[in-house]
């Protein structure tokens, strides 16, 4: 079946350490996004990326980095930069960015800093 | 820079009407309807584009006014399934390509 995998599904760090989270997807899709959520604000934008070996940087992006290496995947590593890594963290892929053009989300990683 | 949502949450009893509204500072290509359950994912309901087309599913209608840049979700004869957190979104064009943006939720409670 087609969509899109973010693994672990639990992550705990301790404070100072890089953790990296994976997402991986089998539709085919050009576009990819990497969202934050907090309780009462929503899905943030962190980066996006259109294209393979591409990836612009989105509302919430200080902390943070992605690489677009291969069409099918889209890792986002947290950086001890970020001062405030724990939440919930969604990855999603579109085959496109206009039109028609919905959005699949993975099942999302909850990232705790310890 | 986020869509802005009315009212943050809402309880409703089963059967009755409920309106989620978005509103965005910036011109969004189309507007989006998603609803996430609880530590899932958030799953697609509907799109529209400028000019009055939608593309969606399930009982749920939804307006988008271009130029105020704001967009109304209808639910009708509400139903427990339809419990969740919606979002509005859209795709935003900027120097580096369309970026898609949710808005802040709202939290939806159905009730026997």
């Known amino acids: 079946d087609g969509g899109i995998t973010q693994s672990p599904k639990y992550l705990f760090r301790k404070e100072g350490q890089n953790v990296t989270l994976s997402c991986e997807q089998n539709?085919?899709?050009?576009?990819m996004y990497w969202y934050r959520q907090d309780p009462g604000q929503g899905l943030r934008l962190i980066y996006y990326?259109?294209?393979?070996?591409?990836?612009q940087k989105g509302d919430i992006a200080e902390g943070y980095s992605v690489s677009r290496e291969k069409k099918e995947s889209f890792p986002l590593t947290v950086t001890s930069a970020q001062k405030n890594p724990t939440a919930f963290y969604l990855c999603?892929?579109?085959?496109?960015?206009?039109?028609?053009?919905?959005?699949?989300f993975g099942q999302g990683t909850r990232l705790t800093v310890v | 820079q986020q869509p802005v949502q009315s009212p943050q949450a809402v309880i409703l009893r089963e059967g009755e009407d409920a309106v989620i509204n978005c509103s965005s500072s910036?011109?969004?290509?189309?507007v989006h309807w998603y609803r996430q359950k609880h530590g899932e994912a958030p799953v697609f309901l509907m799109i529209?584009?400028?000019?009055?087309e939608q593309k969606g599913h399930e009982k749920i209608s939804a307006s988008f006014n271009e130029k105020k840049q704001q967009s109304s979700l209808y639910l009708t004869a509400s139903q427990l399934s339809y419990s969740g957190t919606y979002f509005c979104?859209?795709?935003?064009?900027?120097?580096?390509?369309?970026?898609?943006?949710f808005g802040t939720g709202t939290q939806l409670k159905v009730e026997l």
């Open positions: 990326s259109q294209i393979v070996n591409d990836f």
């Open positions: 910036k011109a969004l290509y189309s």
């Open positions: 529209l584009l400028k000019g009055g």
């Open positions: 539709l085919n899709h050009d576009a």
């Open positions: 999603a892929s579109s085959i496109g960015t206009g039109g028609y053009t919905e959005a699949f």
């Open positions: 979104g859209g795709f935003i064009l900027t120097g580096g390509g369309n970026k898609l943006t």
